[in-house]
């Protein structure tokens, strides 16, 4: 039984496209998260959102946006597709925020390897 | 700002123990972990320690944490071929973790 699902586990795609990844988690968690690890590995966190706020890393483009239909899902929708957006995307989520909380551990998802070409 | 660094690549043989290094800079993280990623798949919480401790043991994993210095180790003990993968250090900020670029370990046998 998969705690942290993500679909599709591959993308390939155009530029200029707009795509969506989906994430489903079944822990009955209520943080979740979108990571980007580039092709170096190196993983940045991009949103957190819970059933009170959003929080975006200022770093990531306005062309990246969350949406969460309801608590167990977090999607990732993406407009206007760059070569640079190709990376692995990771869902996580945890019971509550991280902060102070060492019960907050985080459940990643397997990922989503996005090709831009 | 908040960076997390680890050092790239480390190689032992099998049997051998393995210590994967870290620093950190925010020295309010409440706790500090290590995750391991196999090719291929996602991210796995291997251990953590609250950060007014100094070590932590996990059957073959110890955590050593140097508050003062901000710096995070991870020893595996008998390492084994299985245990080749990426190893990421983290330290959480707020609402996420930030990790460090992570150190590939190379078990040869």
């Known amino acids: 039984d998969t705690a942290v699902s993500q679909t599709p586990k591959y993308l390939v795609t155009q530029m200029g496209n707009d795509k969506s990844i989906k994430c489903e988690q079944n822990l009955g968690h209520d943080t979740m998260y979108w990571y980007k690890q580039d092709s170096k590995k190196f993983l940045k966190i991009m949103f957190s959102y819970n059933n009170k706020e959003l929080i975006i890393n200022e770093t990531v483009p306005n062309r990246f946006s969350p949406k969460s239909p309801d608590k167990a899902h977090l999607n990732l929708h993406i407009n206007s597709l760059e070569l640079g957006d190709s990376a692995v995307y990771f869902c996580a989520s945890s019971q509550s925020e991280l902060a102070d909380n060492w019960r907050a551990e985080q459940y990643f998802g397997p990922g989503t390897r996005l090709t831009v070409t | ?109």
């Open chain 2, 1 to 109: 700002g908040e960076d997390v660094e680890q050092s790239l690549f480390l190689s032992v043989r099998e049997g051998d123990s393995s210590v994967i290094n870290c620093t950190y800079t925010d020295s309010s993280s409440t706790y500090l972990y290590w995750y391991k990623q196999e090719p291929g798949a996602g991210l796995q919480l291997l251990t953590y320690i609250f950060s007014n401790m100094d070590m932590k043991q996990d059957q073959r994993l110890t955590v050593l944490l140097n508050k003062k210095d901000k710096h995070l180790s991870l020893r595996i003990a008998d390492t084994q071929t299985g245990d080749s993968a990426i190893y990421f250090c983290a330290e959480s900020i707020s609402t996420a973790l930030i990790f460090g670029k992570g150190t590939t370990l190379s078990v040869s046998s």
